[in-house]
């Protein structure tokens, strides 16, 4: 499986995936899920994607191949949103090739989610669906998440906002991204975080992240620290002695 | 769909449940789906119930009525596994009674968590699937969950532990849900709790909590806060001023 998630706030865009793949639960390895296409000054895009690796591979083949030439390209499109429908184009196109000759009912979806700026436009997030079509990010609906995205839905749900600062947005990717992993197994690091400023139209902030990594383990350790800390200070119930202070009922199991 | 957990502590049981029920998104109602069956100075039972409400009505039903009766019943079975066993054996019973003159393919299934303690012996949970056989909890794990279980597991990861206090797994138990329904509408209020000390062989505490109440409001308020705090004190990315207290890091969305 997989986790990738992408974060727009007025500061710019997140972007943090996981990197394991599996075909069942013997066969697992680490592949990257996010690819970024940058021309400097003109245009910053990254791809996250979930479902079939061999369809997103030759998604991604396609993307560079396009853009080494002269015709219809990442380079070329005018918008954002014909980037999305361009990217959707060539995953079905794929997906219809893989099908035609396919023995058995083989399924060979794949969800992208597209990040990006071009020019003077504003950042954009699109999901695009294996069938093609797409939908965009609102203030309303800041952030996408595609493959396992329920156990790091809650912490975005309650923290992501408009005005989130793009490192504390990505610190929320992060704790995201390990509550998942901690809860299930198919997803896995490395995980690769790209911070893009509004406006930089170049390359930001890019980390990639081993569970052994000392930010990491820092990271998770203050995350459990906190959360046991957020638990022992709820209200206690009518039944509790009203004097007990919150400290003496906090929890210590981390 | 639904969300119901239980937890096992060394303090005893803690049982938690919406009562959301929806047949398509246009068809919701409420149902508990939490039921205890006690009798005092001897037993204490209770059923949660996730997937087909009739089925599951169908068994309660039966387990009144046999312990309404001098036969095999909950009031005659020997141990938590007995009751397990006689639960899920009833299930099957059911189900196959409804699929044998089902004209479609109707899914039948229900799942349980059973929990409870028989005299001396010490207090269990068990996990009784649709086909009837069944698991039981273990300080490895020391809880269970049944329907949209995904959004709520990450907390429970955290912070259940064999020492946890019951207050304590029922404040974890409540943020689970919380989260849960914030992040899915089909899982709804009001919320059952209900905490079991270990060897008092009676009802225990139990609350029915609905959105507008205020301790639940209060609960969900100060969650909010206290995961905003943690995660302001997350540690800072390399690039970060170092001088920047955690403070001036911290977000305002709640």
Chains 1, 2 share one sequence.
Not at 68 to 73: D, F, N, P
Not at 95 to 119: C, K, M, V, W
Not at 128 to 145: D, E, L
Not at 147 to 173: H, M
């Amino acid at each position: 499986m997989t986790y990738c998630l992408a974060i727009s706030t007025a500061h710019g865009l997140v972007f943090a995936s996981d990197s394991r793949t599996n075909a069942g639960l013997d066969d697992i390895s680490v592949h990257g899920k996010m690819h970024s296409f940058i021309w400097e000054g003109d245009r910053f895009l990254t791809l996250l994607s979930a479902g079939s690796l061999a369809t997103t591979q030759a998604v991604i083949k396609r993307l560079r191949e396009d853009a080494a030439g002269t015709g219809h390209s990442l380079l070329s499109m005018p918008s954002m949103a014909a980037v999305a429908d361009y990217v959707g184009g060539l995953s079905t196109e794929i997906q219809r090739h893989h099908s035609g000759r396919d023995t058995a009912s083989t399924n060979f979806e794949s969800t992208f989610i597209l990040g990006g700026q071009i020019g003077t436009a504003a950042p954009a997030l699109y999901l695009i669906y294996p069938q093609g079509n797409y939908i965009h990010s609102s203030s309303a609906q800041p952030f996408f998440q595609i493959g396992e995205f329920k156990y790091g839905k809650p912490i975005l749900d309650r923290v992501i906002g408009e005005n989130t600062t793009l490192e504390d947005a990505a610190r929320c990717a992060l704790v995201s991204i390990d509550s998942t992993m901690r809860s299930n197994l198919t997803v896995g690091p490395p995980i690769e975080l790209h911070l893009y400023p509004r406006n930089s139209l170049k390359k930001g902030r890019y980390l990639q992240l081993d569970q052994d990594d000392d930010f990491w383990r820092e990271l998770s350790n203050s995350w459990s620290i906190g959360l046991n800390r957020a638990l022992g200070e709820l209200p206690p119930f009518s039944w509790e002695q009203a004097d007990q202070p919150p400290s003496i009922r906090s929890i210590s199991q981390s």
